[in-house]
């Protein structure tokens, strides 16, 4: 079983693989369990699963607590972090809100910009 840190960029790099290159679900997250030389992992598999379930019902709910911006218009990282964190805090009932968004900040420090941790933040704060 891997760390959910690990699990959450590995998300984070299927999401934003499957943004890209418009793959489905299961080869992106075959593409990059390969690419990782990682196993299956039952934490990685419930936040793309449910992404992928509820992929509107989430891009609606970032939407509507982005002020001025569309969910097009955020940068792919920024994008798919949140989109991680409101599954973790929409659908995954065992992991505390606190840390969904601790964690998301720190992925944001290591893939985002400069200001992707703040705006990170800043959205999160929200929910």
Same mark, same amino acid.
Not at 86 to 112: C, H, Q
Not at 118 to 123: C, E, G, Q, R, Y
């Given at each position: ?7 959450r960029? *590995? &998300? !984070?790099?299927? *999401? ?5 290159? @418009?793959?489905?679900?299961? $080869? ?5 369990? @390969?690419?990782?030389?990682? /196993? ?6 419930s936040?793309? =699963? ?20 569309? %969910?097009?218009r ?7 972090? !949140?989109? %991680? ?11 505390? /809100? ?5 964690? &998301? %900040?720190?992925? &944001?420090?290591?893939?985002? $910009? $400069?200001? =992707?941790s /703040? ?9």
């Open positions: 079983m891997m760390k959910r840190r690990k699990a960029e *590995l &998300a !984070l790099q299927t *999401l934003f693989t499957m943004d890209l290159s @418009e793959a489905d679900a299961s $080869d992106a997250l075959q593409h990059v369990l @390969e690419e990782a030389e990682e /196993k299956e992992d039952a934490f990685l598999e936040i793309v =699963s449910n992404f992928v379930e509820h992929k509107d019902e989430i891009d609606n709910k970032l939407s509507s607590n982005i002020e001025s911006w569309t %969910i097009d955020l940068g792919n990282v920024d994008r798919n972090i !949140l989109r %991680i964190a409101l599954v973790e805090i929409d659908f995954l009932e065992d992991v505390p /809100k606190s840390v969904t968004i601790n964690e &998301a %900040i720190e992925i &944001a420090k290591i893939y985002g $910009d $400069d200001d =992707s /703040k705006f990170i933040n800043a959205v999160l704060s929200k929910f």
